[in-house]
Nanobody, 127 residues
Framework: QVQLVESGGGLVQAGGSLRLSCAASGRTFSTYVMGWFRQAPGKEREFVAAISWSGGTKYYADSVKGRFTISRDNAKNTVYLQLNSLKPEDTAVYYC????????????????????WGQGTQVTVSS
């Protein structure tokens, strides 16, 4: 089993910033892709960003391009999501997800591609 623990969520005013973290632990694993999704009340879970093992390939949802940045520190088994220029519509529970593969695929934009999920961290953006 792989455990994922998110942190860094909170309440912030529109235009503000947050940095989310997701730490992976548990059984021994090698290369893996990490993704971030979010889910607002009454809405489906939606893709936000994903990053390959090397960090050389990144995908972003159109709604967050230019505002959010995904990065990773493999020595710490941790992936980060920097959220800048936050808007009220970014309010959601943010989840990280894990798939033990090296490369990103287009399917990484869908939640079913991932093997493990974190418990989520709430991000609330006030207007």
């Amino acid at each position: 089993q792989v455990q994922l623990v998110e942190s860094g969520g909170g309440l912030v005013q529109a235009g503000g910033s947050l940095r989310l973290s997701c730490a992976a632990s548990g059984r021994t694993f090698s290369t893996y892709v990490m993704g971030w999704f979010r889910q607002a009340p009454g809405k489906e879970r939606e893709f936000v960003a994903a990053i390959s093992w090397s960090g050389g390939t990144k995908y972003y949802a159109d709604s967050v391009k230019g505002r959010f940045t995904i990065s990773r520190d493999n020595a710490k088994n941790t992936v980060y999501l920097q959220l800048n220029s936050l808007k009220p519509e970014d309010t959601a529970v943010y989840y990280c997800a894990f798939n033990e593969v090296m490369f990103l695929e287009k399917a990484a934009k869908g939640p079913s591609w991932y093997e493990y999920w974190g418990q989520g961290t709430q991000v609330t953006v006030s207007s």
